[in-house]
């Protein structure tokens, strides 16, 4: 009952006694931990909860179990003063406690009539003068922008290019697989290091993953990131959930040379107010799943200093927006390359590619020591 008073209330003081050692590591007594009482991006900002964490009156080790403050009333605030987020405001650590169940919807398990993409061949129509999908092997089949965007998120009517578990899938483009993740050459890839870095079971997001399948996720991308600084390249990382069935992370390197990690940044904000977007920078230490739900299409970009660039699709999404700003002149200077299309290279050269990468990453490629 506290606690969900607490969530649905959100006072702007919580004074407590916490009786476990798990609850006092997290809450040192008499020290005030502030949280959130909005998800960012999604709700206009609120004031703050600072918890106040108190001992037992006349505990043995006399710990502090008195604590005296003054509070301003909130008439006497400004609006802006008093949403105000102090620089070490956390999630709120009570929310899933609290939050209404849901039964989630659950996929049936992965079976051996999956498919990959295979990337020699369109996929398989299902009727005269049926559209394409978006998740063609570089990024994007459809035209730059759409005219509207599906209410509902696209759901899998027929063979995915991604799930790894298909008869027909390209094997020479795959340069690892770990447990739930793997990475394969991107097609037409705007260098000969760019990657995509997908699951091997079917899940459409990086807010739609399974913890084990995130974790092994995240450890390859910091395999890729020291990977691409062993060779004095700035890692960046895009995903584009719009228009697609499956995850595709895409890693690209760029010579430190060319830009710095500001500069990058600053081009993919330029070029999004462009096409009518506002990328947003994400707090530090926030991740996608505290902002957006399963299934809200988006676009996310992550630099090497750990920076995140966010944008919250609602309408028209040019589908190649990621590799066109890395293409631009101001990054890698290659704005011939900005589609995938026009890169394709022939099966002797894509695996010529695959076995160089192979063997550069393999000092970096922790699924090699499992």
Known sequence: LALTLGFSRTPRFKL??????????????????????HRVLLEGARHVTRFIALAPVGNAAKRKYLYAFTVAPMCHLEPAELVRQPPDVTENPFAKATAPS????????ETAQQFFFDLARPPPSH?????????????????AHDAKLPR?????????????????????????IGTHVYVALAKGGLARDHVLVAPVAHHASTVDLPEEAAVEMRSYLDALRRFHSARRQRCVVFERNYRSMHLQLQVVGVPEQRCSTDEIKEVFVQQGAENQMELL???ERSELKQIVEPGTPYFYAEFDNGEKLFQRIKSRFPLQFGRE??????????????????CKSSREEEEGIAKEFRKDFQPFDFSLLE
């Open 102 to 109: 849901s039964q989630a919807t659950v996929q049936g398990e």
């Open 16 to 37: 407590g006694v916490l009786r476990r050692s798990s609850q006092r590591r997290l809450f040192p007594v008499g020290v005030a931990v502030c949280h959130r009482n």
């Open 325 to 342: 700003v890395l293409a631009s002149e101001a990054i890698l200077n290659m704005p011939d390359r900005g589609d995938w299309r026009a």
């Open 281 to 283: 920078e994400l707090p």
């Open 152 to 176: 509902k998120p696209p759901q899998q009517t027929g063979p995915c290019w991604f799930c790894l578990a298909s008869p027909d899938v390209e094997k020479h483009l795959v340069v690892s």
């Open 127 to 143: 009727g005269r003068d049926r559209k394409r999908r978006s998740d063609g092997p570089g990024g994007g089949h459809m035209p």
